[in-house]
């Protein structure tokens, strides 16, 4: 098979994409404590109220082991707290506390603010275009169902 000249292309374009998106994670941790996969478990137990673990899972496209250890983190720093139902009392949801709440006030965008400010300027068919192909080249790399976490995960941070 031999070598396409867009291929080195490829390469360097997704070096700098891994690039920036590992700076921005190292960023986030400096800035609030909190990894990109913790800022947006927090997000979803927000957005989605008491929540168990296979939702949030669902909503954040992490496995639920991976959700299952963030939560850990989170409740040992009092960011979260595990509940009970009060109608099935099998079922245990994530809820923030009241630091939980004030920590994720205070974090930066999960994106480098001047990639959402510019993605956000493109006309809606461009956005469509461009979510498009990377769906396409993580489905050519055989990448969609692989686990995310490791590569924004990039450092925990102990409290």
């Known amino acids: 098979m031999s070598e396409s000249p867009y291929w080195n292309d490829v390469l360097v374009s997704l070096r700098q994409i891994m690039r920036a998106t590992d700076l921005h994670s190292k ?41 299952t250890t963030i939560l850990n983190r989170l409740e040992e720093r009092g960011l979260i707290e595990r509940v009970r139902s009060v109608t099935d009392k099998r079922i245990v949801n994530a809820r923030l506390t009241s630091n939980g709440r004030e920590v994720l006030s ?6 480098h603010e001047k990639f959402i ?3 956000e300027s493109l006309e809606d068919w ?29 450092a925990a941070i102990s409290p």
């Not at 275009?129 to 050519?140: D, V």
């Open 106 to 111: 205070n974090t930066p965008p999960l994106l």
């Open 126 to 154: 461009e956005k469509t275009q461009l979510l498009s192909a990377l769906q396409r080249i993580a489905n050519m790399m055989d990448a969609e169902s692989l686990n995310v976490a490791p590569v924004l995960d990039v």
């Open 27 to 67: 960023r986030m941790i400096k800035v609030c404590g909190l990894t990109i996969p913790q800022v947006m478990v927090l997000r979803a137990i927000k957005q989605l109220g008491d929540v168990t673990v296979k939702r949030v899972s669902q909503d954040v496209s992490l496995s639920q082991a991976t959700v």
């Open 117 to 119: 400010e510019r993605f």
